[in-house]
């Protein structure tokens, strides 16, 4: 039987990765986005990829009439990747994010209850774990969030999980994301955010492509191996499948999980410089600043409960990250 799942947000960088492994896993899936920080024409370029169609919603999961209509068009589950993502915009607009990543959510459990869709997979991240100083990172390190978006996930987390208590045929798979970076292998997909990236590895394609002058570098006085941050970097390829085994473990064992994807590896960020500078055969300039407040020096994943539980293990390395990464952002668009 082909299960049909509605991407919440699967317009997105993670959520069009996981498009295309669910389509070839044999889902079948529809998007559903308001294309807030998508490009509009990510369905072509799936569709480009894919050679069907791709059926999509254009909505937003803070509308609750929206999302009843969305649901009611007949879904076995859901993945719920729609939120607001930026640490830093999160501060400064607490609202916003609690209305998207929460009153969201919200509207789209209330819409599956109605329609009684009884599976949901959750984008929920390593922010959870706030600046815990406890390596790796297993599932039961105690949950430290210190942002507002940070502490957005720990609110999801903990309403799927009440629900899923309280309708125990309600089956809910928490994944929690380290870093992710990478682009598909075909270079017509990857990160392309329209609103200006934070995150480190767009931000150092900018500059390997010369729409950024330089990287700046938050903090080389960490206590690592060059004196820069620590990041477990999973390829969104590898993230994708981790979503496509969740849902498999969803329909077929019946029950929830909660667990960490990630490699288990970390790498600096003069690491990151180097690597993608390598495969890019661009130079990476980049200065020095402070320490960007509330940035771990540390963080990556105990990967055992994803093994053990999912059959998850990240395939590709970090030469792959930057190669695919450069593949999409160095090209014409
Ligand atoms: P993204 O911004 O590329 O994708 C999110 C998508 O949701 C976008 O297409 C956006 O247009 C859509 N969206 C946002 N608000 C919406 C709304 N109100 N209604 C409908 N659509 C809406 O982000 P991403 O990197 O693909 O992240 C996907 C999920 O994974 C998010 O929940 C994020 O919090 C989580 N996550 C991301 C990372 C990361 O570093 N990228 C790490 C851990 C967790
Ligand atoms: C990585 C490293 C920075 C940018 C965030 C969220 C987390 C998750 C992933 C959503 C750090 C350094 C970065 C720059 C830099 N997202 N850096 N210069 O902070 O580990 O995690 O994204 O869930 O919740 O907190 O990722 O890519 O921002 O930073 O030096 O311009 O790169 O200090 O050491 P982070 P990041």
Redesign the pocket.
Known sequence: MTHRILL??G?????SHTYLALVEAGYAVTI???????MRDVPDRLQAITGKPVPVIT????NAAQMQDALGQGFDGVVH?????SVGDGENNPLGYYQ?NCA?LMNVVQAMEHHGVKNIVF?????VYGATDQMPITEDTPLEPISVYART?VFGEDLLSAYAKANPDFHVGILR?F??VGAHASGLIGED?SQPPS?LMPVIARVANGQMEALQVFGDDYPTVDGTGVRDYIHVEDLARGHVLSLDALFKNQQGHLVNLGTGQGHSVLEMVAAYGKVSGREIPYNILPRRPGDPAVSFADVARAKEVLGFAAQHDLSTMCASNWAFSSKEK
């Open positions: 919440t947000g317009a997105g960088f993670i959520g559903l986005d308001n294309f807030e920080n998508a909505a937003d999961i803070r990747f729609a939120a607001l993502k998207s969201g984008s929920s991240s390593a922010a996930k994301y870093n992710p955010p995150n």
